[in-house]
């Protein structure tokens, strides 16, 4: 197993061989990791103040914005700490495939049983 | 990003390796992976049905909105208690970055040391801990809001809305504690004999295991607590 390299405070990336594996790969640093916390941090804050705003609520913008939102916090997750962003396209079509299929369906379904004709 | 071919270095795509495989990647790295996708495809038919029940029950107590009992004239407000969600969401999400530490301290465990800061975040057992138990204050803050659910009127039987969510949340819930468990055999290996490099791979399926349950409370949170 190859030893790692050593992090580097003022650096974002660190190159890391996993397991000996023959890929070598960049990592996230601990400062990283806390940017990443922050980030999360505010845009739930966000998304739970516009929630007691009563007349955006009633707005249009509400819902996509809310979708917005937590599709960034669920692909901050994915790419920075589930390190998908650095991994092998392997693991990447493991996770999007399946994903984009759940998707298809949720989609699929909402329409199928009318929660989303009254919108289009 | 730098991406090395796989043939460049010879460890597990080596003849050799007892452990070799045919990808040149760790087989429960794919095995884990693939069984994320897996539960993509579980908790979107969850959600799905969640999404689907929406706004169908015939009677209260309904997330969202105030109902009146005709038979009892009895008011029951909104049920879903946003402040205390909000808490554990964060309390989720913190369990995540505690987690992705944990991780770096076990890579990182053969790294001198130097300041106290280094100590800190270089410690595999504080941050195992810590997720650990971060993430049993999600699942209290989940036993708090089923109780006082029940104790509000709404069951698992009491609507389509309670079916949907305690089935949902309660899915989640389950793979929480799984996770925790996981997360204490961890640590308990950890003081038992330390963690280090070598053990990589098997902190990093818990890790990946961890952050899963943390991007689906994600969606729960935007699509059953927060859209009305």
Known sequence: M???????????????????????????????YWKVAVILTAITAIEVWVYYIPNFVHSRAFVPLLLFMSAVKFAI????????????RLFRALFTGPLIVAMVTITALLFLFGKLAARV | MTSVPIGAAPAIGDAHDPHATST???????????????ECMLF????????????????????????????????????????VTSASTFVLLMSSLA???????????????????ERILGSSQLWLLM??????????????????????????RTNLFGSSFFTLTGFHGA???AGVIWLLTLFA???????GPRDEVNVDIAALYWHFVDVVWIAIFTLVYLIQ
């Open chain 2, 99 to 117: 987690m992705v530490l944990a991780l770096a301290a076990v890579q990182h465990k053969n790294v001198p040391k130097r300041t106290t800061s």
């Open chain 1, 77 to 88: 997750v994915v790419l920075f700490y589930m390190h998908l962003k650095y991994d092998h």
């Open chain 2, 44 to 83: 979107a038919s969850l959600i799905s049905t969640y999404l689907i029940y929406k706004g169908r029950s015939k009677v209260g107590p309904f997330p969202h909105e105030v109902w009146t009992d005709p038979m009892t004239g009895q008011h029951m407000k909104a049920i879903l208690n946003i402040p």
């Open chain 2, 24 to 38: 040149g990647l760790d087989n429960k790295k794919i095995a884990i992976w693939a069984f994320i996708g897996s």
């Open chain 2, 175 to 177: 793979h929480v504690t």
């Open chain 1, 2 to 32: 190859a030893d790692h390299a050593p992090t580097h405070a003022a650096s974002t990336e660190v190159a890391v061989d996993h397991h000996g594996a023959g890929v070598m790969h960049e990592h996230p640093t601990w400062s990283t």
């Open chain 2, 131 to 156: 997720t650990a138990a971060l993430g049993m204050t999600f699942l209290g803050f989940q036993a708090y809001e089923f109780t006082s659910f029940v104790h509000e009127g709404l069951s698992i």
């Open chain 2, 189 to 195: 290996i950890d003081r038992k004999r330390g963690l």
